[in-house]
DNA sequence: GTTGAGCGTT
């Protein structure tokens, strides 16, 4: 197919502006999100019915209406309704606030026979539940007796944390994890570290994600599969504004932190002393341990 | 095949 534009616009009656098309006739988010941060997808009025209508996204692929593209003005949607300079405008503010914002809490004390869809059940009186987790052994599957859940409103989280719980017939107290007590520091890195992945997800799928609070330079999953993983922005406020997030990846709850180790050990610093032209070569301190490895790349 | 304070395969 010859090269071809579809003409894109942030309103429906503002001047569009043309995007390239691919050679099979698709457009990638990618390239829409290139003109405008954010972008998750696209809508347009269809002639016919008059009415706002999707455009079919698979796997960040757009695809063409039945008749195709045509000469119509296709309307970007954002997250949630917001534009790419209001989520900055509000993360800015998040910072400062913290609150408000739902975080996972964990579930101590479950009975060995509860299930998620148990949490999920008894959990749903007091809220939207938009995450659950029965942490088990990874050999025998058997539960280790706690979990964590995750409210869509703060309202219902603290409810549940001002009171015992009991589930199946014991009782449950949440709290905050530990891991979200203290505050994360931010720094300025243009790179994320995505602890908590599963296996299944997949760098396209970390891409796919990210790429709604800005553009993304890398992505990166070490082999064999170490559950956690490196996103790299383009703008560093993006990734600090993530920093200390525990953000949801297809019902998965991970936890976005500096790509920069908190504490660094002696041999981290003599390296990164290193990189910053102290006289001492990157080869000096002989092979680093592949575990510590990916936290000193290009950061 | 067990158990009962804890903290999510960096």
Redesign the pocket.
Do not use: C, M, Y
């Given at each position: 197919m010859a090269e071809m534009y579809i003409r894109v616009a942030e309103e429906e009656n503002e001047e569009p502006m043309e995007i390239p098309s691919e050679d099979d006739g698709t457009v990638l988010l990618s390239t829409v999100a290139a003109q405008f941060p954010g972008a998750c997808g696209l809508r347009y009025r269809s002639p016919v019915s008059q009415c706002m209508r999707g455009v079919r996204l698979v796997e960040g692929v757009l695809h063409a209406p039945e008749n195709g593209w045509g000469n119509l003005v296709y309307v970007v949607n954002y997250p949630k309704g917001r534009k790419m300079d209001e989520i900055d405008a509000s993360s800015a503010t998040k910072i400062k606030r913290g609150d408000q914002k739902t975080s996972?809490l964990?579930v101590?004390?479950?009975?060995?026979k509860t299930t998620e869809q148990d949490l999920k059940d008894y959990f749903n009186t007091f809220g939207e539940v938009i995450m659950v987790?029965v942490?088990r052994d990874?050999k025998t599957g058997?539960s280790?007796?706690?979990g964590?859940v995750r409210f869509a409103e703060w309202e219902a989280q603290g409810k549940v944390m001002s009171q015992r719980h009991m589930i199946d017939g014991?009782w449950c107290d949440c709290?905050l994890?530990?891991?979200?007590q203290g505050p994360d520091e931010p720094m300025r890195s243009r790179k994320v570290?995505v602890?908590?992945c599963?296996?299944d997800i997949t760098a396209d799928e970390l891409r796919q994600f990210f790429m709604q609070y800005g553009e993304v330079t890398d992505v990166f999953i070490p082999k064999p599969?170490?559950?956690?993983a490196f996103v790299t922005f383009a703008d560093d406020q993006v990734a600090a504004s993530l920093c200390g997030e525990?953000l949801i990846i297809k019902g998965v709850?991970v936890?976005i932190?500096n790509a920069e180790p908190k504490h660094n050990n002696t041999r981290q610093m003599m390296e990164r002393a290193g990189r910053f032209g102290n006289g001492f070569g990157v080869g000096g301190f002989g092979e680093l341990s592949p575990?510590i490895e990916p936290k000193l790349m290009d950061i």
């Open positions: 996972d964990i101590l004390g479950l009975p060995w987790q942490k990874v058997n280790k007796g706690f964590f014991r709290k994890p530990n891991s979200k570290f602890g908590r599963t296996e599969f170490r559950a956690f525990d709850s936890h932190s575990l």
